[in-house]
T-cell receptor, first 114, second 108 residues
């Protein structure tokens, strides 16, 4: 089954404790992206990756890091989480970034930073 | 990044047709117009995509006028399960931002 898998689905952590949210896709997609969703703000893009070893900032990259060492994986790293990073996070992938084609989303990771 | 504008919310009743219009005045020549649906606590799901004129699939139709500065998503005969947030997206580079979307509420 074609899917995007995120882990963990739920996490409560404390300020400053580094954490990683993993994302994996099994569709051989070149493009992957991370979003955060907050009430009334829709989905805002954090980082995206056009292919292995190629990443770039989205609209709200502050406080986050990413890496793309393999095509299927695109982890989101919070080096020193703060309460304003409490949010619902989605990973998505697509065949490529440009033109037509649909984004496939993971089920989301709800993060709470105390 | 082509900016899109769509209504914040719309109400409807079961069996009615719902039309959501999205404005994208700065759309570029190579851009496609894509609509997604999102239910609470789930990731958005692709509904339909088009470049110009009209596109129809099993769940919706997408109308795009010749100037492509707007598009209208049409949901025929909605049911309670169509209550969701609908996002209009215009892709002009790798930055795929969704905005706040339109919350559609279908009532019995």
């Amino acid at each position: 089954e074609a899917q995007v898998t995120q882990n963990p689905r739920y996490l409560i952590t404390v300020t400053g404790k580094k954490l990683t949210v993993t994302c994996s896709q099994n569709m051989n997609h070149e493009y992957m992206s991370w979003y955060r969703q907050d009430p009334g703000l829709g989905l805002r893009q954090i980082y995206y990756s056009m292919n292995v070893e190629v990443t770039d900032k989205g609209d709200v990259p502050e406080g986050y890091k990413v890496s793309r060492k393999e095509k299927r994986n695109f982890p989101l790293i919070l080096e020193s989480p703060s309460p304003n990073q409490t949010s619902l996070y989605f990973c998505a992938s697509r065949t490529s970034g440009r033109g037509d084609g649909e984004l496939f989303f993971g089920e989301g990771s709800r993060l709470t930073v105390l | 990044l082509a900016k899109t504008t769509q209504p914040i919310s719309m109400d409807s009743y079961e069996g009615q047709e719902v039309n959501i219009t999205c404005s994208h005045n700065n759309i570029a020549t190579n851009d496609y117009i894509t609509w997604y649906q999102q239910f609470p606590s789930q990731g958005p799901r692709f509904i339909i995509q088009g470049y110009k004129t009209k596109v129809t699939n099993e769940v919706a139709s997408l109308f795009i006028p010749a100037d492509r500065k707007s598009s209208t998503l049409s949901l025929p005969r909605v049911s309670l399960s169509d209550t969701a947030v609908y996002y209009c997206l215009v892709v002009d580079d790798y930055k795929l931002s969704f905005g706040a979307g339109t919350t559609v509420t279908v009532r019995a």
